[in-house]
Nanobody
Framework: QKQLVESGGGLVQPGGSLRLSCAAS????????IGWFRQAPGKEREGVSC????????NYADSVKGRFTISRDNAKNTVYLQMNSLKPEDTAVYYC??????????????WGQGTQVTVSS
């Protein structure tokens, strides 16, 4: 069964860091681009970052550029999101998703259950 599982969320103070992981099972992660999304209470889901299957191409939402870094380890079937200089407005449930393509297109076909990130003092 194809599955994505996020981990690494938690409570962190403003200015702190977290690293989220997205582990895949039931399929080979390196055939697909992977995206990270987030959804805050009362807000629509927004795209945070995406990485191509090779890892050579990445993109970021303007709100996280320079603070977040997406990476992948295909040997471990895992994609990461390193989040630094966290702000209260980064508080959300973070999801990873499998893109239908090897590049970052707008179509995703498999989603994880999400991990909560709370940035608060």
């Amino acid at each position: 069964q194809k599955q994505l599982v996020e981990s690494g969320g938690g409570l962190v103070q403003p200015g702190g860091s977290l690293r989220l992981s997205c582990a895949a099972s039931g399929f080979t992660l390196d055939d697909y681009a992977i995206g990270w999304f987030r959804q805050a209470p009362g807000k629509e889901r927004e795209g945070v970052s995406c990485i191509s299957s090779s890892g050579f191409r990445t993109n970021y939402a303007d709100s996280v550029k320079g603070r977040f870094t997406i990476s992948r380890d295909n040997a471990k079937n895992t994609v990461y999101l390193q989040m630094n200089s966290l702000k209260p407005e980064d508080t959300a449930v973070y999801y990873c998703a499998r893109n239908k393509q090897y590049y970052c297109s707008g179509s995703y076909d498999s989603w994880g259950q999400g991990t909560q990130v709370t940035v608060s003092s």
